[in-house]
């Protein structure tokens, strides 16, 4: 009796000991799951289909390509909005749904917003929007003239006030990771792919008469309050936009 009793102390301990691992794992290792929150939608405008041609060249684009700081008050027109979102994140390819820049293993990872002042764009509200590229429309997610808010978020950069429009580049890592588990590779195809959009935005702008400058100096608490970003997006870049001074 007494050897049996050793087995079933020994067969208590051991079991013991495995729910006490079991309960740590499931304490401390499982994957936190990403908060997704949903956009509060104001209202759908829709936009013109984006012209597929230019009286430039992609290479005289390239080479008329700079940085503008400096943008006349002349309002742009929904053609200009469009086409600058379609070169950003529109649909190139309806059956694959491929888009205008290219995305780490098809992730498509972006999202594009506009923010436009009072009489920036003609037919268009003052407001942020959300580019919903599979049905070429703007999503309007906070009412009024947010220029002034975003230069201040933005470190009181003037010229994020002074153009008619802004495009905003947010990405969501965690969509990235779920295809890349590696944090690092992940993270870089992400940044990466926010440059692929930038110089389409840049490209497209000089073709159409516009220009712009990349701008990633921010604080990213209060470009998350002003745009209402869902908890899975992370802002990169803001690209104001209008015609040049000269």
């Known amino acids: 009796m007494q050897k049996k009793s050793k087995y079933v102390l020994v067969a ?5 000991a495995f729910l006490a691992v079991y309960l740590a794992y499931t304490a401390f ?42 943008f ?23 059956e694959r749904n491929y888009r205008a820049a290219p995305s780490a293993g098809h992730v498509f990872p972006m999202e594009i917003y506009l923010v436009t002042g009072n009489n920036s764009v003609k037919e268009l509200e003052a407001g942020i929007y959300h580019y919903n590229p599979f049905n070429n429309t703007l999503e309007k997610i906070v009412d009024g003239d947010q220029r002034y808010n975003l230069s201040q978020a933005a470190h009181q950069q003037k010229w994020v006030e002074a153009a008619p429009i802004s495009l905003v580049i947010t990405g969501n890592y965690q969509k990235m990771r779920e295809k890349y588990p590696d944090e690092r590779i992940s993270t870089r195809f992400v940044d990466i792919e926010a440059g692929h959009i930038g110089e389409n935005i840049y490209l497209e702008a000089v073709a159409h008469g516009m220009g ?6 921010f604080y990213d608490d209060q470009m998350i309050n002003l745009f209402k970003l869902p908890s899975n997006e992370t802002p990169i870049y803001i690209y104001p936009v209008g015609y040049p001074t000269s």
């Open 12 to 16: 208590i301990i051991l079991l013991s």
């Open 29 to 70: 290792m499982q994957p936190v799951k990403t908060e997704i929150q949903s956009r509060e939608i104001l209202g759908t405008f829709n936009l013109p289909q984006a012209m597929i041609s230019s009286n430039m060249s992609v290479d005289q684009a390239i080479q008329n390509r700079r940085s503008v700081r400096t």
């Open 72 to 94: 006349s008050t002349t309002a742009l027109t929904l053609q200009d909005v469009s086409q600058l979102l379609w070169a950003s994140q529109g649909i190139t390819d309806s």
């Open 212 to 217: 712009t400058v990349a701008i990633g100096s």
